[in-house]
């Protein structure tokens, strides 16, 4: 077990969602890595050559040496180039070689994880030569084991653990991002508010206020009179926090009450991941 509560609480959520996604991926035929993932440009075999490239930098190994096709079409800045070497070294890998690899990174990472005697403020390696605290680097996988944990559940038609611990964590570090994305990159006016009504199984509501100075915050009281009224079930949240779908493309299953402008731009606004 790890010495401090809060890399403890990262480390069992990011636990759970790897060993489900090596169970979901150990059994599937060769074909089956083939297929097309919610996650632009990458299919089942790629999302898991991003976690297992992303868990094997986090363990302290090299970086492959390897040169990117030029036709990547979702290849298009610094960012998603440092990503994507990870999974192009590994796109011709077998079932066999891919399982094996995980399963691996998996024992690897777990005894690292168990071992972790690190202050959470400690300073880590981040992609693109950065540094973060240790405690973000294990939100940040915890949250991103969980999100590709869903791609493949939607792409092999396995849907599943949509509440367990990833998805709280996931939960929160999404609604840090969103007075952002009302506040600024919405343009809500100073002093409104905007609602989230979030159900299914992460069920919650959340405000959004815009105060004076038009700097954005959010909290779990509700509001009176707000500018928008945002209702939605958590799976279509996900895929629209994560740019999985645009708004356009799940209409049907958003609700949308009050000022229709801002609601249209705050929609266009809301993917935050990278």
């Known amino acids: 077990m790890t010495v401090h509560p809060s890399l403890q609480t990262y480390a069992d959520a990011w636990t759970h969602s790897i060993e489900s ?3 979901l991926v150990t059994p599937l035929a060769e074909g089956e890595w083939n297929r097309r993932t919610p996650c ?7 999302i898991v050559s991003h976690i297992i490239g992303m868990e ?25 180039r440092y990503m994507e070497m990870q999974v192009d070294v590994r796109r011709h890998h077998t079932a066999p070689e891919m399982t094996s690899e995980l399963e691996y990174t998996i024992i690897r990472r777990s005894r690292q994880l168990r071992n972790e005697s690190r202050a959470p403020e400690t300073m880590t390696r981040a992609p693109l030569g950065a540094e973060q605290t240790l405690e973000l680097a294990l939100r940040m996988r915890a949250v991103d084991v969980w999100v590709h944990e869903q791609d493949l559940r939607t792409a092999l038609s396995r849907p599943g653990n949509l509440d367990s611990p990833g998805a709280t964590i996931t939960r929160d570090t999404l609604l840090d991002a969103l007075p952002k994305v009302v506040a600024k990159d919405a343009g809500a006016p100073p002093n409104s508010a905007v609602v989230l009504d979030v159900h299914g199984p992460m069920e919650f509501l959340r405000t959004v206020r815009v105060d004076a100075d038009g700097l954005g915050s959010v909290d779990g009281s509700p509001s009176l009179g ?16 994560c740019g999985r779908v645009r708004a356009t493309a799940v209409e049907d299953r958003i609700k949308v009450e009050g000022d229709q402008e801002l609601a249209t731009a705050i929609l266009q606004n809301f993917a935050v991941t990278p």
């Open 226 to 241: 707000p500018a928008v009224t945002l209702a939605m079930d958590w799976e279509t949240y996900v895929r629209l926090a």
């Open 40 to 46: 632009p440009g990458w299919s089942v075999r790629d």
């Open 56 to 80: 094997c930098e986090q363990l302290g190994d090299p970086r492959p040496i390897h040169t990117l096709p030029r036709d990547l079409y979702h290849v298009q800045n610094d960012f998603t």
């Open 21 to 23: 996604i090596a169970e």
